[in-house]
């Protein structure tokens, strides 16, 4: 049986895409960011972003853009979506907390692109898990990993935040 691989300290995950959405912000001399994250664990980390840069914060419930939500059922925790400010031609940090197939950041930019039309979105997210099912990559991610099937990361928190390998029984 294979070992599970090993994570890195969520503190340290956290304190690199803090480090690297900086850069990010400072090469690509993006004025005024704001920062929106992806429900629930983007959320989370979308939080410690906003407070480290000092920048607004939204956050988004994508249930009803899911693609497979009609297959699957609404999430009976819907919350709704609160982006307190206009995002029209604003620099925008959509953070999520692990990219997986790019299914959840495709319905974030969907209803990103209901309440505006912003002058660019960048992706932070803390983990990005090989086997992309959309052509989409993060513009800064802290840990770039493979898992096998069976497995998948869930970010835990608010507090402290967690990441966590979790292994599915086989049915």
């Given amino acids: 049986m294979a070992q599970a691989p090993q994570l890195p300290d969520t503190p340290s995950l956290i304190a690199d895409i803090i480090q690297q959405v900086k850069q990010l912000i400072t090469q690509q001399q993006l004025q005024n960011p704001l920062i929106i ?3 629930t664990g983007g959320a989370w980390l979308a939080e410690a972003l906003a407070a ?3 920048a607004p914060l939204g956050k988004l419930d994508i249930s009803f853009y899911r693609d497979d939500f009609t297959q699957q059922g609404l999430n009976p925790k819907v919350n ?21 197939s790019g299914r959840t950041v495709r319905a974030a930019l969907n209803e990103i692109f209901d309440y505006g039309r912003p002058a660019s979105i960048k992706l932070a997210t803390l983990c990005a898990i090989g086997g ?13 990993m493979d898992l096998a099937d ?3 990361l869930q970010l835990q928190g608010p507090t402290p935040l967690q990441l966590t390998l979790i292994e599915r029984g086989n049915p």
């Fill in 80 to 100: 709704p979506s609160n982006l307190p400010f206009d995002v029209n031609d604003r620099n925008v940090i959509l953070v999520d907390d692990v990219l997986m």
């Fill in 52 to 54: 480290e840069l000092q």
């Fill in 132 to 144: 992309r099912q959309l052509p989409i990559q993060a513009d800064a991610c802290a840990l770039q």
């Fill in 150 to 152: 069976n497995q998948y």
């Fill in 37 to 39: 994250g992806i429900h």
